[in-house]
């Protein structure tokens, strides 16, 4: 077959070989017949009789290089492309639809397969596993998130030598890094000796971290950087070896630069330095990292499974080890208090690994659902492109009636006629899958740029890879395939007799099945323009909605003096000096600060009790925060009850813990059942132990916290000394908020120039960075619909005119027998009518059913909204109308003389 | 009265391109009077079908050719076996052993 296909390209030197070796056949045979004392034209008659017809030899050896039908088909290209070439219109529509449908699919495939599919470029990523636990186990404490587990674990997994061949941890943070200038904010990993070992990651210079480097607490300043920040950041400097980088103040030195091709093991979030756990100290301050209690949890545990072991084994296996653990860690010092409920869920808990070939990602869990239902858009966009082309290949197959009754009745087979058409289908796709596939790049850029975070944006790539050719070449044949068929089953039903006998151009065959074909892609249309407005719509809900705080003319900013060698009391008091600078400049109306960002997806959450009537335990996280007074006014909320924060808030020096809190609406709604919450008191926990000392002093209006859909209990607390420095500056501008960037960054810097400004933006870009998802899908399946809108009204087109023009003499009669001419508009109308409720009447379950998928991407509005269906079919009913209504005019004025004296 | 010649039976023209070339390399002229001396008057070899086979043969890679000077001096292509060729042979003429002698037996339990 290989040898074949390659033969094809080689013919010329082939046939060369064949002519030379038969002639020097003949030559011999005549030169020893005249030896035998023939004359030389006898001899040489003789020669070529006894040899046979050297052109059928030929054909015969040909077959042999070239499989028949391969042969065919490579003819059967030729005249496709022949007569492809003599109807450029038909040809490019056919090759423009293919395009937008293969190049569509393909430019979202390139992100699936980046996000979604793709291996790390490890050794064997498909032993990789994730270590968790079942949710119980965090009960214990309400510290610690999703998947994330100890150092200690780690090291205890990592000498389970009968399941695992190793067991590395690691956990991403920011940290303010300096190469010898300014600060500035990176990504750092923070992983265990083994982690390189065990990935088979090597280094591009120098070398790896091991084992040693992750031994003595504090005593390796040492890291690894990225190959990307290597080239970019230093220049590619080949002495980058033994430089000093200085991490959060801290001096590390650079032992190595890692292999060029690794990116770490996150999608969407590539870390510049990797540094050993036993330094983490220094790379996330504040005594949040503990390398020696195994429930100190903010390590992410990953595994290389030993070759042989199922991830089912291995999981079924270590679960006596973990039971033993849970057990240990329950009468070890500073294990909370927790109810007996609480108990039996945490001892209850299990190991759980979970297969992880492409490492772990936020941005994929974040995407799984928009790109996949993206990609099912473009999927739907596709088929309507391969019916498109059916629907013109039907077209002309019609036109192309006599040459194919001619072909018929000079003896081609059906069969044949059949893989011409497929022959012709697949010209189209695959010259349209080149074009695809070359704009694909271009697409997947302008793609990048609606991904939710800035990190993506470098973490992915554009460009065209192996994968995706083979995806869109794939594709191309597939659609192809599709495409021909329907002309191709059309052709076979064929009868030579009829088609010779009928008149020139009359021919009816083909038009029932290009009505099925049109009314198939009124229905994908509709579902697709449905799904469309349904995005859309949640777009709108969302952007109208709002936060619930003011937008305009606000800025915002981040600080994080922690990473800077502040302690907490220095880190406070230096955030206070900054807000009163902020506040006494001319530019600020007015400013606040918070302790943790809004609308970035995350926030500082605590099950809360509540002390009322009745002890009450909310059953799940509430989200916190810490503002200073100025907040309120600063954001536009209202206070509705109770007071703002004010000097009575502040706590004596020396005691621990908040005075107060100001809880929000949602919050009483849901806990107080009616309560009045004013003067109730809180604590944070869900613990019997604790103790509730926190009054709440005012309820405050509902605003969004992690994102716009947030409709979350809030509990904020002030903003005190000694509370941290970290924080996030919301100021509200005179003028055009961009100009103030300048003042607050000078500002910032006189009180501390080597204090990274951090997340500079304004808000109203805040909100619509939180909106980034929302606005993909809006976008790009408002994109889609309109393609297909525009597919379907061009295929609609298409038939009725042909419809039209096969009826002339029809609508010539009518007319001169006395119709009148809106009979004649309604007759095509009536067709395209019957076609269109036809295709949405097929749509509508299907629509009923796919909206179910998607619920959670909605926002205020139902997967089978009334409103929304009737717009979308508003929307694609006139748009498939007006196309009928051209069509329609034109019958309307045949001429009842001239349409007969036609025939 | 059978005819003198008959046509080669389908399938063996393979097997004896594959065992005269086994003896040493040759064109398809030579191979052609060699079919035609060893099987004189007995087998009808339709030279026409010959090259057909040869570069069948090819493509299945059990034969390799080369372009060489041949006894007259001129340029003719060369036929060798491959090792591939050698194991096919021994395989063709291991069943033909095999067909010959059920035949062979089918026909003696005629006699008895």
């Known amino acids: 077959m290989i040898r074949q296909l390659t033969n094809w390209f080689r013919r010329a030197e082939l046939e060369g070989g064949l002519d030379r070796e038969l002639r020097y056949h003949l030559d011999r045979r005549t030169s020893d017949l005249k030896k035998s004392g023939l004359t030389d034209d006898d001899a040489r008659r003789q020669a070529s009789l006894e040899l046979g017809g050297v052109t059928q030899i030929q054909e015969e050896v040909r077959d042999v290089w070239l499989a028949r039908w391969l042969r065919d088909f490579a003819y059967d290209l030729r005249f496709s492309a022949r007569s492809f070439l003599r109807t450029p219109s038909l040809t490019i529509t056919a090759v423009v639809s293919m395009m937008l449908g293969i190049g569509a699919a393909t430019a979202i495939y390139s992100l699936v397969d980046q996000v979604l599919l793709h291996s790390l470029p490890v050794r064997e990523p498909a032993r990789l596993v994730l270590v968790d636990a079942t949710k119980g186990e965090q009960v214990a404490e309400g510290f610690g998130s999703w998947n994330l587990m100890s150092y200690p674990i780690c090291r205890d997994l990592d000498a389970q030598k009968q399941f695992f061949e190793g067991v590395f941890c690691r956990a991403l943070t920011d940290v303010n890094l300096s190469t010898g200038g300014d600060y500035h904010p990176t990504t750092a990993e923070i992983v265990s000796g083994n982690y390189f070992s065990l990935l088979g990651v090597g280094p591009a210079l120098g070398r790896v971290l091991t084992r040693q480097d992750d031994g003595v607490a504090n005593a390796n300043p040492v890291v690894v950087i990225s190959y990307d920040f290597w080239k970019t950041q230093l220049g590619g400097a080949a002495d980058v070896l033994g430089r000093k980088l200085i991490v959060n103040m801290h001096p590390f030195v650079v ?64 679960q006596p080890w973990f039971k033993a653990m849970l057990q240990k860690n329950m009468n070890e010092a500073g294990f909370p208090k927790i109810t007996p409920e609480q108990m039996q869920e945490y001892l209850h808990s299990s190991l759980l690994l979970t297969a992880a070939p492409q490492g772990h990602s936020g941005l994929r869990r974040i995407l799984v659902q928009p790109l996949c239902v993206l990609f099912a858009a473009t999927m739907v966009l596709l088929g309507l492109a391969c019916l498109n082309v059916s629907g013109l290949f039907l077209a002309r197959g019609s036109a192309r009636d006599r040459e194919i009754g001619t072909r018929l009745a000079l003896g081609a087979s059906r069969g044949r006629l059949g893989r011409q058409f497929l022959a012709d289908s697949l010209l189209i796709a695959l010259t349209g899958g080149f074009l695809g596939a070359a704009l694909a790049p271009l697409a997947v850029r302008a793609l990048v740029a609606f991904l939710p975070k800035n990190t993506a944006a470098n973490a992915l790539h554009a460009g065209v890879d192996t994968r995706l050719l083979l995806f869109a070449f794939g594709v191309s044949v597939t659609a192809g395939v599709l495409s021909g068929l329907a002309p191709a089953w059309q052709s076979g039903r064929q009868s030579f007799l009829s088609s010779l006998q009928q008149r020139g151009g009359t021919a009816f065959r083909g038009v029932r099945l290009r009505k099925v074909i049109v009314t198939a892609q009124i229905a994908l249309t509709l579902t697709l323009v449905v799904g469309a407005t349904l995005f859309v719509r949640t777009l709108d809900a969302l952007m109208t909605k709002g936060p619930g705080f003011v937008t305009s003319s606000m800025v915002s900013f981040r600080l994080a003096a922690s990473r800077n060698g502040y302690s907490k009391t220095d880190g406070s008091r230096l955030i206070r000096r900054i807000d009163e600078a902020i506040r006494n400049s001319p530019l600020t109306q007015v400013s606040a600060v918070a302790g943790f960002p809004l609308l970035t997806g995350g926030s500082w959450n605590n099950p809360i009790t509540i002390q009322a009537d009745k002890r009450i335990t909310t059953d799940h996280a509430v989200n916190l925060n810490a503002v200073t007074p100025g907040f309120f ?82 509990a904020f607390v002030p903003f005190l000394e000694a509370g941290s420095g970290d924080a996030t500056f919301y100021v509200r501008v005179r003028g055009a908020p961009e100009s103030a960037f300048q003042t607050l960054r000078t500002i910032v810097h006189n009180v501390d120039p080597t204090l990274p400004v951090m997340d500079l933006r304004t808000l109203d870009e805040q909100v619509s960075r939180s909106l980034n998802t929302e606005h993909m899908l809006a976008t790009l399946s408002g994109g889609v619909s309109l393609l297909a809108l525009v597919l379907s009204v061009v295929g609609l087109y298409g038939v009725m005119s042909f419809v039209v023009t096969r009826r002339t003499r029809e609508i010539g009669i009518r007319l001169a027998l006395g119709a009148d001419r809106w009979s004649a508009i309604w007759m095509v109308l009536r067709e395209a009518l019957l076609m269109i409720l036809a295709g949405i009447g097929m749509a509508l379950p299907v629509v009923w059913f796919l909206g179910k998928l998607i619920v959670s991407q909605l926002y205020d509005v139902k997967p089978f909204d009334p409103t929304v269906i009737t717009m979308a079919t508003l929307v694609l009913g006139t748009a498939a109308l007006s196309a009928a209504l051209v069509p329609a005019h034109r019958a309307s004025g045949v001429n009842p003389t001239e349409s007969l004296r036609a025939e | 009265m059978p005819p003198s010649r008959f046509p080669i039976p389908q399938g063996t023209l393979d097997m004896m391109i594959l065992q005269i070339v086994s003896l040493e390399p040759a064109h398809g002229y030579g191979i052609a009077q060699r079919l035609e001396q060893i099987s004189r008057s007995v087998v009808q070899v339709n030279q026409g079908s010959l090259y057909p086979a040869l570069h069948r043969l090819e493509q299945k890679q059990w034969l390799r050719a080369e372009w060489h000077e041949s006894e007259t001096g001129r340029e003719a292509k060369f036929y060798s076996l491959t090792a591939a060729g050698r194991k096919q042979l021994v395989v063709e003429k291991d069943s033909w052993a095999r067909l010959a002698g059920a035949v062979q037996l089918i026909f003696d339990e005629g006699k008895r």
């Open chain 1, 255 to 318: 032992v190595g630069v890692a292999a060029s091709t690794f990116r770490g093991i996150d999608v969407g979030e590539v870390p510049s330095v990797w540094v050993p756990a036993s330094m983490s100290d220094e790379v996330i301050p504040g005594g949040y990292t503990d390398l020696r209690h195994s429930s100190t949890r903010w390590m992410q545990v990953l595994g290389g499974l030993n070759e042989g072991v199922t991830l089912k084994q291995a999981q079924v296996g270590l």
């Open chain 1, 633 to 714: 006014r600063t954001m536009g909320i209202r206070i509705l009850a109770g007071r703002n924060f004010d000097e009575r808030d502040a706590r004596p020096s020396g005691e621990m813990g908040f005075r107060s809190a100001i809880v929000n609406e949602s919050f009483a709604k849901r806990f107080l059942d009616g309560r009045n919450p004013l003067g109730l008191r809180i604590g944070g926990g869900s613990g019997p132990d604790v103790k509730t000392d926190i009054e709440i002093v005012g309820v405050m209006s509902d605003f969004s916290y992690r994102g716009l859909r947030d409709e979350s209990e809030q």
